[in-house]
Nanobody, 122 residues
């Protein structure tokens, strides 16, 4: 089975930085896209960023452009989200996602990690 394990979350001050990691493991599977969603308390889950696995093409939601950087280590099957100058409104549970065939934002068959809390204090 596909397993996604997030790490690197926690408490960070506004204006600081944080890097999330997501390690993919389990049975062999072909990664087309990996990305991140987040869900703030009382709100719906929203797309954050995506990267194509082979080409490395990135796609961000407008609210994080210029602040967050998505990247991957192809050989280690690990996804990252570098969060620069996070804001209190970035506080949420962040979920790693992978899709074998489709792009992350709109696909209905993503595999999901368990999620990791990120709290940005002011």
């Amino acid at each position: 089975q596909v397993q996604l394990v997030e790490s690197g979350g926690g408490l960070v001050q506004a204006g600081g930085s944080l890097r999330l990691s997501c390690a993919a493991s389990g049975r062999a599977f072909g990664i087309a896209y990996m990305g991140w969603f987040r869900q703030a308390s009382g709100k719906e889950r929203e797309f954050v960023a995506q990267i194509s696995w082979i080409g490395g093409t990135t796609y961000y939601t407008d609210s994080v452009k210029g602040r967050f950087i998505i990247s991957r280590d192809y050989a280690r099957r690990t996804l990252y989200l570098q969060m620069n100058t996070p804001r209190p409104e970035d506080t949420a549970v962040y979920y790693c996602a992978v899709n074998e065939n489709r792009q992350i934002p709109t696909a209905r068959d993503n595999y999901w990690g368990q999620g990791i809390q990120v709290t940005v204090s002011s």
